[in-house]
């Protein structure tokens, strides 16, 4: 078998030094457009079996020509790379386990052409989404009726620092449309777009963590898959105390907006001038990160209210060097990879996790994710007034 990763940064490494360890693959191909970032991958993993190729991938048809011959891709790329990746994956009949989850119905419409070529996709196969959609799936289907699901994650600095208690881990463009883009949510079974910044709630998370607070954001593949099983679903953002209000200063001021404006003859956008203000302030005093997980999912069972609780506290992985958001955004990837290399998912089509990870393939990949270093601690409790949120 033949893996291709596309992108050797932090993420695209990490998937390559997990996945070697699978006796099933024969030739691990590492693709990045930088030969420093290729060559430092290939020094990590330091297996005979992983090979470095310098390669465009800016579009479908150089994505194509690398991906042809291999049995399955995994795509650690920007956004804007996610649909050229699927539609390359299809073309060359390669199955494709894709980290980004935007842009899910435009990837669902290709459905019918995934299976034609007799391949899976699966988009959104991170942290979040990714663990958290098959967290509130599984919680669900655990139901008799499920009144909401929350789906909770952020990847927050294990030092903050003022004055906005946050730091960039990835690319920054990505974290701005947190506060730009409408959330897409479910209620009732239908689709709804919230506006960003909204849904404010505090909240609090075990030590190293303590006081937080979370927005409402985007539910991707989550509220289309699960919007027919459950009354409500939501997911949200975590940050610490005090940074979303701050951001929502901004926004309401026009530093978020995309609108040029022109400033002594020179056309500028807000949001690319804030962009550009805020890196500096975003970069932190580490690379020291916690990931935070919480998915409740309530509704009734046998007649009473019950609530599904799955937690996760991860920090910075200190024996493989690596951040938390890369170890838990990089090893569901690799280990659906896996899976698909080793026979046990066998679907074709367009299916994201939380169509995938459920039933009895739900606890064996927990208990693989923690083998790898991703504890999530479960709890069912009785609840007496189902708080349902607003």
């Known amino acids: 078998m033949h893996v291709v990763v596309l992108g050797t940064g932090m993420i695209g490494t990490t998937v390559v030094s997990e996945i070697v360890t699978n006796p099933n693959i024969e030739k691990i191909t590492a693709v990045d457009g930088l030969k420093e970032s290729v060559d430092r991958c290939i020094d990590i993993s330091a297996e ?15 994505i194509y020509e690398v991906i042809k011959d291999a049995d399955v891709a995994i795509a650690c790329l920007p956004h804007s790379l996610s649909m050229p990746a699927v539609n390359a994956a299809i073309k060359a009949k390669c199955n494709l386990v894709d980290l980004v989850g935007s842009k899910f119905e435009e990837k ?7 299976k034609e070529a007799g391949i899976i996709i699966v988009p959104g196969c991170g942290v979040a989404p990714g ?8 919680g669900i289907e655990m139901l008799d009726e499920a009144e909401e699901a929350v789906m909770i994650c952020g990847g927050i600095p294990r030092n903050p620092v003022p004055p906005l208690w946050y730091q ?22 239908k689709l709804i777009n919230l506006p960003p910044l909204s849904g404010l709630e505090k909240m609090t998370f075990p030590e190293p963590v303590g006081e937080c607070e979370a927005v409402i954001t985007d539910a991707h593949s989550a509220a289309h898959t699960l919007k027919g099983r459950v009354n409500k679903l939501y997911e949200k953002t975590v940050r ?4 979303w209000n701050k951001m929502s200063v901004l926004s309401e001021l026009g530093f978020l907006d995309e609108e040029t404006v022109e400033i ?14 805020l890196e500096p302030k975003l970069r932190g005093t580490s690379n020291e990160d916690i990931t935070v997980v919480r998915v409740e999912v309530k509704g009734k069972s046998n007649g009473k209210q019950i609530a599904h609780t799955w937690e996760m506290v991860d920090c910075y992985d200190h024996d493989r060097g ?25 679907e074709t089509g367009v299916l994201p996790i939380e ?5 009895n393939r739900f606890d064996p990949f927990i208990r693989e994710l923690d083998d790898r270093g991703i504890t999530i601690n479960y709890v069912e409790s009785l609840e007496k007034d189902l708080q349902i949120h607003n």
Not at 55 to 60: Q, R
Not at 108 to 114: F, H, P
Not at 264 to 277: A, Q
Not at 329 to 342: C, D, E, G, Q, R
């Open 322 to 346: 690596i951040t938390s958001m890369a170890k838990t955004t990089a090893i569901p990837a690799m280990l659906m990879a896996s899976w698909i290399i080793n026979g046990r998912v066998t």
């Open 168 to 189: 960039v881990v990835f690319r920054l463009e990505s974290v701005m449309g947190l506060y730009t883009r409408p959330a897409l949510a479910a209620e009732n079974g």
């Open 108 to 114: 669902y419409k290709l459905d019918e052409k995934a």
């Open 240 to 243: 610490y105390a005090g940074h």
């Open 48 to 62: 005979p079996k992983v090979i470095g190729r310098v390669a465009s991938l800016e579009n479908e048809s150089e």
């Open 264 to 277: 002594d003859g020179v056309s500028l956008s807000p949001k690319k001038f804030t962009e550009k203000i």
């Open 355 to 359: 169509e995938i990870i459920i039933g």
């Open 131 to 138: 663990i958290t959609n098959f967290l509130a799936a599984k």
